[in-house]
Every structure is written in C-alpha cells, then in structure tokens.
C-alpha cells in the first residue's frame, strides 16, 4: 500500500459525483454500492477517516490501517460484479492518516451489487448519493458497454413515411452544398435498412417536424422562462420552444434578447451600446445543451431560465463519464450524441469539437461584471452567467424591469451576488456540486 504526503485539493471540496467521505468503514454494502456507482459513472474516490458536515480529519489509526485495507478489497471483491479492482493508498493529512480509495470508470458496464443481481443491484451515482438505477438507466449503462449512442438506435415502429425530414433535408442542403437523398440519410445514421424495411433512427426524429418526435420525445423541448427578482415565484414572460432541435437555438435566442437588456458602457466621450450578456457565449451554451444532452432521460427538458441577477441554461444529463469537469475548456471533446453531433458540425452550429466552453471564456473577456459558473446538478449539467457590479459600468432597464432596480445600477457587489444566489441554493431551488470557473475571467 503507497503513502503520499502532499496536501491534496479534493480534501477541501465537499462531496460529489465523484468524491465521497467516510469517518469509518461503514455497515452492510455502503462500500459496495459506491464502488458501484462510480464504476458505472466517472469513477470516484472514496476517503476514509474524514468526517464529512462539518469537515473534520478523524483519521486511522495505524494498527487498524491494514485490517481496514482487508476490509475494503474484501467488500467490493466479494460484493460487486463484474470485478471492480480498487487502488488503495494512504494520504497523510494535518497530522492524520486517511485511506483513500480510488475507483475507476468500468468498461464492463453495468456493475451490480451480486447477490441483488443486475435488475435490482445496479446503482449510479447523482450528486454526492448512490441511487438504484432504473431500468432506462439500466439500458443506457450497456449501450456504453457496447459503445453504441442512443441517437443512433433504429426505431422499429416508426417507418419512413412517418417522419417529414423535408425542411432538414433543405437546410441541410442551403448551408452544405451537398445533396441529400435517402442514401446519404442513411449515410449520416438517420435511416437503418433492416430487412425489407427502413427505419428512421432518434436522431431521425429529433430532426423531423412529424408528430412522431412529439410522441416518441415529448421533452424534447426547451422551456424559457423570465422571472421577476431572483426567484422563480413570479413569471413575467414564458414560452415552449418545440420545433426540430436543429431549428431550436435562433428562438432561444430571440426569447433571450427579448429579457434582457441592451446596456451601455460609458466612456470618457463614447457611449457603446451592448448587450446585458455576451450573446456569442450564451448563444454556445445553448448549442452545447442541445448537442450534448441526454435524450434518453424521458420527462426532462432543457430549461433557460432568466432572473435580475443571472441568465441560466439547463440540460439533462450530466457530462460524459470521460470528461471530469476540471477538464472542460482545455480543448478534450466526449461526444454524447454520435449522430446528432456531425450533422449539428456540418450546419456549423458546431465550429470545432470541444471548443465551446474556450469560445464561452474568450467572449467573458469582454464582460467582465458577468461571472461564469458550470455546475453537475443531479444528473443534470448547468450553465450560469451571474452578473456582477463593475465600476464604470451602466446597465440599462429591460422592458419588464422599468420601474425596478437593477443589480449593477444599485451597486450590488460580488459578494451578494454570490449570496443571493446562496440563498437560493439553500431554499432548494438548487442543488450545486459546482466548479466554479475564475470571477475574473
């Protein structure tokens, strides 16, 4: 067993899909389950001798650290299948000694508690809490066995003629160049011959304008809301977008523009109208929550919601199991929807693969009073643009807000900023296990 004494920064964050802490090894098949539920997400790692709320270093002690090793190897060993192989080690801490157990993501998806079996022993991981996976969960866990994206899965009730992919087929040809009949559908995985029949695959669907997608994706749909203050108590302005996701991002963003406000910098001699946000960052995160969200998670759609103080974006699923959060905007891409991804390349959505969140940071640059913040809640995957007081910077009413105070012109610093949205965490409207990129990007 290795031992390392160098301060890790994991020791200072609170738990999450990917951290958890134990004071002591715990009863029944606690280890178990979360040796499961990492394998079958991003992997994980899981500290003994640490008090969680509040944060304490308890430790091991040293005639108990072996046994304690025993103990771990022997119950996931023993309790979980396929085999999970943990790396266990110690790590020294304010003069303590933990045992830190790291699981890594599984290729042999899904992993089950044995004795359960897979149907009612398969566990995930949402937030920082292992939960028994259903069985779409169950279904989504082997596709990533088999390597298989459930955008590109035929549908086989559904026959060519009930889907109209006439006003795609049209975009797709205005903005490429390139003919598309039925055999470059089924080229870009669109259409799956099987037999004597066609099949229209999810993808398929998404990009149709049939009442097949509305039945076979009801949520596939982008709800935007404006709300009054920093809550979502009171609408002022709401609309259901449900068009072909490729046709969804130009009404987000009217939607958009027509709840915030175009502000004004004020110079020595020049004034220089802008928006309240950067429109080229905000106009990626929707493209982003579009392309990478999950569309087999049925009854959740993809939510922009506008209040005085933050514009954010919603989508459910949370990031692909390779790509850790610390990693986003170093340029790494984990493509979620196989299919679906080229295609939204090829309409030049997409400009680059993983070069979204650096665009998003390249834009900030020129806003500095709006702060970015990417979070995992639940099993979602959020992105907020939090504004913040700048001297020297005089933000106009929009329509809805005439009459009212707005942050920046009331002074408010970033301190509060942080604290009302604090406090709305706090009364449950939210749940964060967040990275917070830099205020002061």
């Avoid at 920064?9 to 280890?31: A, I, M, T």
């Avoid at 026959?159 to 992919?165: A, E, F, H, I, Q």
């Avoid at 990693?327 to 080229?342: C, K, Q, W, Y």
Wanted: proline share 6%; aromatic share 8%.
């Amino acid at each position: 067993m290795t031992s390392t004494n160098k301060y890790p920064q994991y020791l200072d964050q609170p738990e999450s899909r990917r951290l958890e802490f134990k004071e002591s090894f715990p009863k029944g098949e606690q280890v178990a389950r979360t040796a499961i539920a990492f394998a079958n997400g991003a992997g994980g790692r899981l500290v003994f001798g640490v008090k969680d709320s509040p944060r304490e270093f308890i430790g091991i002690a040293d005639d108990q650290l072996f046994d304690m090793e025993e103990r771990i190897n022997s119950s996931i060993f023993d309790q979980c299948a396929p085999t999970i192989v943990p790396e266990v080690y110690l790590q020294s801490a304010a003069e303590k000694t933990l045992l830190v157990v790291d699981i890594f993501p599984g290729s042999n998806k899904p992993y089950y508690i044995k004795k359960s079996g897979k149907h009612k022993g398969t566990y995930i991981r949402v937030g920082s809490t292992n939960r028994k996976a259903s069985q779409e969960t169950i279904e989504a866990l082997e596709r990533q066995h088999r390597k298989v994206s459930f955008d590109s899965l035929p549908v086989y009730d559904c026959g060519l003629g009930d889907v109209n992919l006439k006003p795609f087929q049209k975009t797709y040809r205005d903005l490429t160049g390139k003919p598309i009949g039925k055999s470059q559908l089924r080229n870009l995985g669109l259409l799956t011959p099987e037999r004597d029949q066609v099949h229209p695959t999810h993808a398929a669907l998404l990009l149709s304008d049939s009442s097949a997608r509305k039945r076979y994706f009801p949520y596939a749909k982008i709800e935007c809301a404006r709300f009054k203050g920093t809550t979502k108590q009171v609408f002022l302005d709401q609309t259901t977008i449900d068009d072909p996701i490729f046709e969804t991002v130009e009404p987000c963003m009217a939607f958009i523009k027509k709840n915030i406000a175009l502000g004004a910098t004020i110079g020595e001699i020049y004034r220089e109208d802008r928006w309240e946000y950067p429109l080229e960052a905000v106009r990626e995160a929707m493209i982003n929550a579009i392309i990478h969200r999950d569309y087999a998670i049925l009854g959740s759609d993809i939510k922009v919601a506008i209040y005085d103080d933050m514009l954010e974006i919603t989508s459910p699923g949370p990031l692909p199991d390779f790509l850790p959060i610390e990693e986003l905007g170093t340029g790494r891409s984990e493509i979620r929807n196989r299919v679906l991804a080229p295609i939204f390349k090829d309409l030049k959505l997409i400009e680059a693969w993983g070069s979204g969140i650096q665009k998003m940071k390249k834009e900030l640059v020129k806003y500095p009073e709006i702060a970015l913040t990417i979070h995992e809640i639940g099993h979602a995957f959020q992105v907020q643009f939090i504004k913040k007081a700048v001297p020297g910077t005089k933000q106009a009413p929009s329509r809805d807000q005439v009459g009212t105070k707005q942050g920046a012109e009331s002074g408010q610093s970033e301190g509060r900023v942080t604290a009302r949205v604090d406090a709305r965490k706090n009364s449950g409207s939210f749940c964060f296990r967040s990275f917070v990129q830099s205020r002061n990007i």
